[in-house]
């Protein structure tokens, strides 16, 4: 502590002078008494003054101290933060380093992973997911995506899914025929405001696709076998019925009676071959190939079947450019393809109606059409009116069309079926351009 300096006394102010003691006894006196009682005065302030000193001292020095103290708490707390600060930044750093790998994963799983509010809104979308969903749907409300939003048949599923504690499967309405199965969990509260569902959503289409192989392959086994029986019963009394109609060709006269047995003839020997055919359903022989006028097997269709459209009461036309132009094929297997979907048309016309033979050639080859005024087909059943036991006749074992597309491709071509801009359906035919010869067109 640091004290102030004490200024002494001057000899002057404690002893008179010669000359004032000499003059006046009693003054000097006084003088004296009075220079005593300041000099008392002036001890005590000192003493005061050093005592505050002393007192200011201590304060200072425990000021000092207690600030020192004070530090060292500061630097304490200051490295209990830095510590925390430290271990806080870890932690978010860890925190950061698994959202993103958590967000990695999601973004590389094979399935969809969608979640949603309890209110609707969709907060997370992982790119399978989007996917899966199809393109990105109108938001109905601000920037946020609801579940609202998405595709009718999508949503219809998730809203299923939602109220069921099972997995779904639904087939989307697109071109591409997919299929989706959808699972669901809840996350945190239920009071439709705090929770989230979790949608896991997966392509299952090339299960689906694989399904219907299989079950189509166990249907045609199945039909094959039927077939097989119905074509070996069918096949004693049809060698009957060609054996009686020799006779009776051998027994008539008349050239008018011929070309009846003729006709009766030669539909005995497409039935012939059909029997054959449903026998070969599945492993159908190798057709004998020899060169075919397609002209004039368009022109005997419709000679074949005109008692029949007349019996009907039906208007049968044959229109083509195709006479000298050849084809290497099996004639018989072509009149089977061209009876059974001309047989068909006049099925499914109504009295009064019109069936029509069509044919011409094009640049890649030849394009032969069996069209009718009927009904048509069912938009739905278009994509599976060539499946083997698919009619939409009751009666029909289905096996028709099917053994008219396995001839058809044999041949190198292809087969095709639509409806008419009003009513009715066309069937299309089309060979390509190896399988055609224009050698006959020059005769």
């Given at each position: 502590?640091?004290?102030?300096?004490?200024?002494?006394?001057?000899?002057?102010?404690?002893?008179?002078?010669?000359?004032?003691?000499?003059?006046?006894?009693?003054?000097?006196?006084?003088?004296?008494?009075?220079?005593?009682?300041?000099?008392?005065?002036?001890?005590?302030?000192?003493?005061f003054?050093?005592?505050?000193?002393?007192?200011?001292?201590?304060?200072?020095?425990?000021?000092?101290?207690?600030?020192?103290?004070?530090?060292?708490?500061?630097?304490?707390?200051?490295?209990?933060?830095?510590?925390?600060?430290?271990?806080?930044?870890?932690s978010?750093?860890?925190?950061?380093?698994m959202?993103?790998?958590?967000?990695?994963?999601?973004?590389?799983?094979?399935c969809?992973?969608?979640?949603?509010?309890?209110?609707?809104?969709?907060?997370?979308?992982?790119?399978?997911a989007?996917?899966?969903?199809?393109?990105?749907?109108?938001?109905?409300?601000?920037?946020?995506?609801?579940?609202?939003?998405?595709?009718?048949a999508?949503?219809?599923?998730?809203?299923?899914?939602?109220?069921?504690?099972?997995?779904?499967?639904?087939?989307?309405?697109?071109?591409?025929?997919?299929w989706?199965?959808?699972?669901?969990?809840?996350?945190?509260?239920?009071?439709?405001?705090?929770?989230s569902?979790?949608f896991?959503?997966?392509?299952?289409?090339?299960?689906?696709?694989?399904?219907?192989?299989?079950?189509?392959?166990?249907?045609?086994?199945?039909?094959?076998?039927?077939?097989?029986?119905?074509?070996?019963?069918?096949?004693?009394?049809l060698?009957?019925?060609e054996?009686?109609?020799?006779?009776?060709?051998?027994?008539?006269?008349?050239?008018?009676?011929?070309?009846?047995?003729g006709?009766?003839?030669?539909?005995?020997r497409?039935?012939?071959?059909?029997?054959?055919?449903?026998?070969?359903?599945?492993?159908?022989p190798?057709?004998e190939?020899?060169?075919?006028?397609?002209?004039?097997?368009?022109?005997?269709?419709?000679?074949?079947?005109?008692?029949?459209?007349?019996?009907?009461?039906?208007?049968?036309?044959?229109?083509?450019?195709?006479?000298?132009?050849?084809?290497?094929?099996?004639?018989h297997?072509?009149?089977?393809?061209?009876?059974?979907?001309?047989?068909?048309?006049?099925?499914?016309?109504?009295?009064?109606?019109s069936?029509?033979?069509?044919?011409?050639?094009?640049?890649?080859?030849?394009?032969?059409t069996?069209?009718?005024?009927?009904?048509?087909?069912?938009?739905?059943?278009?994509?599976?009116?060539?499946?083997?036991?698919?009619?939409?006749?009751?009666?029909?074992?289905?096996?028709?069309l099917?053994?008219?597309?396995?001839?058809?491709?044999?041949?190198?071509?292809?087969?095709?079926?639509?409806?008419?801009?009003?009513?009715?359906?066309?069937?299309?035919?089309?060979?390509?351009?190896?399988?055609?010869?224009?050698?006959?067109?020059?005769?």
């Amino acid at each position: 502590m640091t004290c102030l300096p004490t200024t002494p006394c001057s000899p002057q102010t404690l002893v008179p002078s010669p000359a004032q003691s000499a003059n006046d006894p009693d003054a000097a006196l006084m003088n004296i008494g009075s220079r005593s009682t300041n000099f008392r005065k002036n001890t005590d302030d000192q003493q005061f003054l050093l005592h505050a000193f002393r007192s200011f001292s201590d304060a200072a020095a425990a000021l000092e101290q207690s600030y020192d103290e004070l530090q060292l708490e500061v630097g304490r707390l200051r490295r209990e933060l830095e510590t925390s600060r430290t271990g806080l930044e870890q932690s978010l750093k860890e925190n950061r380093r698994m959202r993103a790998q958590l967000d990695r994963i999601l973004e590389s799983l094979p399935c969809g992973v969608l979640v949603a509010s309890y209110s609707g809104a969709i907060t997370h979308l992982n790119p399978e997911a989007a996917r899966l969903l199809g393109p990105s749907p109108k938001k109905s409300s601000g920037p946020a995506l609801y579940l609202a939003d998405l595709a009718g048949a999508v949503r219809e599923l998730l809203e299923r899914s939602r109220n069921m504690e099972c997995d779904l499967e639904a087939s989307l309405p697109d071109e591409h025929g997919r299929w989706l199965a959808t699972r669901h969990a809840a996350l945190g509260g239920s009071d439709g405001e705090n929770g989230s569902w979790v949608f896991i959503l997966q392509d299952i289409s090339e299960r689906k696709r694989l399904e219907q192989t299989e079950q189509k392959l166990r249907r045609e086994q199945a039909l094959a076998e039927m077939s097989a029986v119905l074509a070996h019963e069918i096949r004693n009394p049809l060698g009957s019925l060609e054996l009686f109609a020799g006779l009776l060709a051998e027994s008539v006269t008349d050239a008018e009676s011929e070309r009846w047995i003729g006709h009766i003839q030669a539909g005995l020997r497409t039935l012939a071959a059909t029997v054959n055919n449903v026998l070969h359903f599945h492993s159908l022989p190798e057709s004998e190939l020899s060169p075919v006028n397609l002209g004039s097997l368009l022109d005997w269709a419709q000679e074949f079947l005109a008692p029949l459209a007349q019996q009907a009461e039906i208007r049968l036309s044959c229109k083509h450019t195709l006479a000298g132009i050849e084809m290497a094929a099996d004639r018989h297997r072509l009149e089977q393809v061209l009876l059974n979907l001309a047989l068909n048309a006049i099925r499914a016309t109504p009295e009064g109606g019109s069936v029509q033979l069509t044919g011409k050639p094009g640049r890649d080859g030849v394009g032969i059409t069996v069209s009718d005024t009927g009904s048509g087909i069912p938009p739905e059943c278009l994509g599976k009116i060539f499946d083997a036991g698919f009619s939409t006749r009751p009666s029909s074992p289905g096996l028709g069309l099917a053994v008219c597309r396995k001839i058809v491709e044999q041949h190198g071509g292809t087969i095709t079926v639509e409806n008419g801009p009003e009513k009715g359906a066309a069937f299309i035919l089309h060979f390509p351009l190896k399988q055609i010869s224009m050698q006959g067109a020059s005769r």
